[in-house]
């Protein structure tokens, strides 16, 4: 199936959000799978023509990140974390599950052409492990039953929400929200879950704050280090670069005398 003019349009669009126009090349590619359902050879070689680039430099971002599909992918895309904290939470006890539920091996699609299930590594939701990701939108702390009757109710065409996001929408929806056309759900459902906050409220507790005067990138010390190590560790470092810099007339010094020899 050739693209359509509103997806080049798109496409083109996109291109033009960015300084350098092949910077767009990501986003454009989440379009084409949004219109395409995969990144086809027509949808590769369109935005090798945008961008002014080879369609063989195209393919190579495409087959490089796993997001990237050459194959159709179902209605939903059903990602279970087997990475090592999901997996021994019951990650892979969920995969195996939903294989035999669904009939279909690593990276393949339900017969109805609904559900693509695919083993993915960490989401970096380790707090809610064992995790299962619908279209990229987290289902935290899954058991097998549970991912069975999700994507039951995926199927059946039920309303579903992420534990944590939004109403939960097609592949090809999603998608295109990737490409950077908002669809009005990103407000939808918590900001951070109460695992992810622990932290914090511990800080708010026991009345820790970033020391006064810090700036963004200074000013949390995550490290833990108490400020007079982290004092001492600035110093240090100033003193080896004025050790460099004296050192510098030396060694251009050298490289002068070879240079007249
Ligand atoms: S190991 Fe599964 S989200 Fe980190």
Redesign the pocket.
């Known amino acids: 199936m050739a693209l359509d003019e509103k997806t080049y349009g798109e496409l083109r669009e996109i291109a033009g959000r960015y300084p350098e126009a092949r910077s767009g090349l990501l986003p454009m590619l989440h379009l084409v799978q949004s219109a395409e359902g995969r990144v086809t050879p027509e949808g590769i070689q369109a935005c090798a023509e945008i961008l002014e680039i080879t369609p063989a430099e195209v393919s190579g971002v495409a087959t490089f990140y796993t997001m990237y599909k050459r194959r159709p992918v179902g209605d939903y895309h059903v990602g279970v ?7 021994v939470m019951g ?1 892979d006890e969920i995969f195996s599950r939903l294989k035999e539920h669904l009939d279909v091996g690593n990276d393949e699609t339900s017969e109805d052409g609904k559900i693509t299930l695919e083993h993915i ?6 707090d ?4 299962v990701m619908v279209n990229w939108e987290f289902m935290d702390n899954q058991t097998p039953e549970s991912a069975v009757a999700l994507v039951d109710d995926l199927r059946a065409g039920k309303e579903v929400t992420s534990t944590r996001g939004p109403r939960l929408c097609t592949w090809r929806e999603a998608e295109r929200v990737l490409a950077g056309f908002p669809d009005g759900r990103v407000h939808e459902g918590p900001a951070a879950g109460a695992p992810s906050l622990v932290g914090l409220g511990i800080a708010t507790e026991r009345g820790w704050t970033a020391p006064e005067g810090s700036d963004a990138g200074r000013g949390t010390d995550l490290t833990g280090a108490p400020a007079d190590v982290a004092a001492a560790s600035d110093a240090s470092q100033e003193a080896e670069a004025a050790a460099v810099e004296e050192e510098a007339p030396t060694a251009t010094t050298a490289a002068e005398k070879k240079e007249a020899q």
């Open positions: 974390c087997t990475n090592t904290l999901c997996a990650g590594e960490c989401n970096a939701a380790c809610y492990a064992p995790v």
